[in-house]
């Protein structure tokens, strides 16, 4: 089994910053794509950037520019620092890892208000 353990969401006013935190642990042999998703309300869940074993990230195009996925080299552990966050970044936040099929973290808060 697989299991992401995430932390670090929470309120933020507009133009803040907030860094989430992801480890991948359990029957994990060797390094995997991972990825941040996340959900707003009444939406569906969208990706918002990933990034390979090998370093190599792509990202939504709504946060270019304002959001970084890094990865500790070596382990299955990621991040993904947000600046100037906005108020429509607001949702709950997945971890990701994919390993022959997805496995899910149990998702954070985001939440961007004034």
């Known amino acids: 089994q697989v299991q992401l353990v995430e932390s670090g969401g929470g309120l933020v006013q507009p133009g803040g910053s907030l860094t989430l935190s992801c480890a991948a642990s359990g029957s994990i042999f060797g390094i995997y794509p991972m990825g941040w998703y996340r959900q707003a309300p009444g939406k569906q869940r969208e990706l918002v950037a990933r990034?390979?074993?090998?370093?190599?990230?792509n990202y939504a195009d709504s946060v270019k520019g304002r959001f970084t996925i890094s990865r500790t080299n070596g382990k299955n552990t990621v991040y993904l620092q947000m600046n100037s966050l906005k108020l429509e970044d607001t949702a709950v936040y997945y971890c990701n890892v994919e390993i022959r099929r997805d496995y899910w973290g149990q998702g954070t808060q985001v939440t961007v208000s004034a």
């Open positions: 990034i390979t074993g090998l370093g190599n990230t």
